[in-house]
């Protein structure tokens, strides 16, 4: 049998996670931040892009036939980013991601074998995320999508140890997608937010993770890392170095270009060079297909930036979606 092309970076919108905090005064601050982060400029672009979507964001037969087109047969299918909602109190962040968990696991399972989903943990109430992160596992979802911080709160802060631990036992996936960047105004126009502020929120997150120990703590996560990692994987050198001359920088036990291998890493990175240098770094296994489907930040066809990049052809079926078949337990 083939092997399945599979997109692990694909995206489910659900109104009615949105509902729960429409009406709080929470929701108001939220927005006044998301202006300054983006801009009137971006904001105006986004709510005709993402209404162009809507149909292949929410309802499954439009986006079994965008998969078909593309000839990807399995989605991984994580909420939208806009859903964390990291600004509520315990009580309504524990209704969000309740409902947000049982409505992508609704959504997914009107396609079985061919979309499986990640939930949502609150990260801003660490106290709940094992609790939480069991819910969404009950609903059948194959772990959770978190973010690359949360207000107050790096993804080093011992808070989450026990997280870590319980993600790490359950074999759940952690699917690590930033939104906003902490930059504020800094990437207010021209929508630097989303094109450098990703990859600079993944850079972050990710040596969060490494140089604190956490990957020391827990080898056996298995978190998967947005846009390619962001800029870490192609700078990681400097990271190295810093970890080789700093003794402030010796948290972690090995260089932090080792740990590139204890990660996976989307594809998205919209250049042929770069996808071959991050396989070069994580090694061809531990990357994977992703479109960000069906944002306009993504790519309608993964295949084709998959093979632009020319890999060996065992290389090119690894990340078309035998690694990612592997991880989803899909063979």
Not at 153 to 180: I, K
Not at 219 to 238: F, N, S
Request: charged share 20%; hydrophobic share 40%; glycine share 8%.
């Amino acid at each position: 049998m083939r092997t399945p092309t599979v997109d692990v970076h694909a995206h489910v919108l659900l109104p009615e996670v949105d509902s729960v905090v429409a009406d709080l005064p929470g929701q108001a601050d939220a927005t006044v931040l998301d202006v300054r982060r983006n801009g009137p400029a971006a904001l105006a672009v986004n709510g005709p892009m993402v209404g162009a979507r809507l149909p292949r964001l929410t309802d499954v037969t439009a986006r079994l036939a965008a998969m078909d087109e593309q000839s990807v047969d399995v989605q991984l299918v994580s909420p939208s980013p806009s859903h964390y909602h990291y600004w509520t109190d315990a009580e309504t962040a524990e209704k969000v991601c309740l409902l947000a968990n049982e409505a992508t696991a609704a959504h997914c399972a009107q396609a079985p074998g061919r979309l499986y989903g990640l939930g949502l943990v609150p990260l801003q109430h660490p106290e709940q995320a094992i609790r939480i992160l069991e819910h969404a596992l009950e609903q059948g979802l194959l772990g959770v999508e978190v973010a690359s911080h949360a207000p107050g709160r790096e993804l080093s802060d011992p808070a989450y140890e026990p997280f870590w631990t319980r993600a790490e036992e359950r074999g759940a996936l952690l699917f690590l997608h930033p939104f906003g960047c902490t930059l504020n105004e800094r990437l207010d126009r021209w929508y630097l937010s989303n094109t450098v502020g990703q990859p600079v929120e993944n850079a972050v997150a990710l040596s969060h993770l490494i140089f604190s120990g956490v990957l020391d703590r827990h080898p056996g996560l298995k978190l998967i890392a947005a846009h390619g990692g962001g800029y870490l994987p192609t700078h990681i050198g400097r990271s190295d170095h810093a970890w080789r001359v700093r003794p402030d920088a010796r948290d972690c036990a090995r260089e932090p270009s080792s740990y590139l291998q204890q990660l996976y890493f989307d594809s998205l990175v919209h250049d042929p060079y770069v996808l071959r240098e991050l396989v070069r770094v994580a090694g061809a296994d531990r990357v994977l297909l992703g479109s960000d489907f069906p944002f306009d930040m993504g790519t309608e066809d993964p295949l084709a930036a998959l093979r632009a990049a020319r890999l060996p052809d065992p290389d090119f079926h690894s990340v078309r979606g035998g690694n990612a078949a592997a991880l989803l337990d899909l063979v």
